[in-house]
């Protein structure tokens, strides 16, 4: 069966969940089944979600997230925020003038609603850029957020010891915050993400988690204190079960909580409360 015919699962009965990694604007591009932000934004509403964080890859999708925010926040009672950075696989778009970019629109964050640097860091798996233009940009980034005092979202894979190996120098020179960022769609070892929460990151987990020939990051997720978990989707990539295959969206990442409480014992109403209460804390939205 084809994807156009597929009909999605939506889940019931949740509420209060916050998508903390959605790319909004990757998924109005698609021309084989065009979607709208109003259609996005409508359906996670609907199933739940009230607090969506929009990332951006580079310069171009950094201004998209920001008027995507400025132009959606509150419709249908969600409250969107967004990140600016530059992703590894863009790295060598990185330049005097992105860098004044990002500090300028960082040093606006308030206005704009920007709650974090990134998506920064390592792709060792699709090397797009070149690796120690990769090092080079990431590390620069990192040093911004801690000159700034804003959290980073870590992309991470395929490079998990240069990854750990530059966060470490970070820290041995005083240029990490106490809470650095999240590593975002963790696809680490269990060991890596204990040193990467020793450092004082969160963990986002997103749809992988939910594969049924996945056995690796549920055991990422059993390592991880509840106090460091965070829902994400990626969308529109990465789509959970049951829906995998079709285009993901922010009203599918309450299947990512569900497996999360699965995993953890606890209750589904519990793991959208703890969920969305770490995503608050990592973003420095409010007082929870």
């Known amino acids: 069966m084809s994807d156009k015919t597929r009909v999605p699962v939506y889940p019931e009965g949740h509420s209060g969940i916050f998508d903390t ?18 259609d996005i934004l409508r359906r996670a509403s609907s199933c739940g979600v009230d607090t969506i964080l929009v990332p951006a890859d580079n310069r171009e999708t950094s201004l998209r997230a920001v008027e995507l925010v400025k132009k959606w926040d509150g419709f249908e009672g969600i409250d969107l925020y967004c990140s600016v950075g530059v992703h590894p696989h863009e790295a060598t778009s990185y330049d005097e003038e992105t860098e004044a970019f990002i500090i300028d629109m960082v040093n606006n964050r ?13 792709d060792y798996y699709y090397d797009h850029s070149p690796r120690d233009v ?3 940009v990431f590390k620069r980034q990192a040093e911004l957020a801690f ?21 470490l120098e970070l820290k041995n020179v005083g240029m990490l915050l106490r809470s650095p960022g999240v590593c975002h ?49 990626d969308s529109p990539y990465l789509t959970p079960e049951p829906n995998r295959g079709m285009s993901n969206e922010p009203c599918y990442v309450p299947f990512v909580v569900d497996k999360i409480a699965q995993i953890k014992g ?22 929870v």
């Open 134 to 136: 990769q090092r080079k």
């Open 266 to 287: 606890i209750t589904i109403e519990e793991a959208s409360r703890i969920t969305a209460q770490n995503g608050k804390r990592l973003f420095r939205i409010s007082e």
């Open 110 to 122: 308030d206005r704009h609603k920007i709650r974090a640097i990134g998506e920064i860091g390592l």
């Open 147 to 167: 000159k700034l005092n804003i959290p980073f979202i870590l992309h991470e894979r395929d490079a998990a010891k240069d990854c750990l190996d530059i966060l």
């Open 185 to 233: 769609c963790c696809s680490c070892s269990a060991e890596i993400a204990k040193e990467l929460i020793k450092l004082g990151f969160f963990i986002g987990f997103d749809g992988p988690l939910t594969f049924k020939n996945n056995k690796k990051t549920p055991g990422v997720l059993d390592v991880c204190p509840l106090e460091v978990i965070v829902a994400e989707t």
């Open 21 to 38: 990694h959605a790319h909004i604007y990757d998924a109005l591009r698609g021309s084989d089944s065009p979607v709208s932000v109003e």
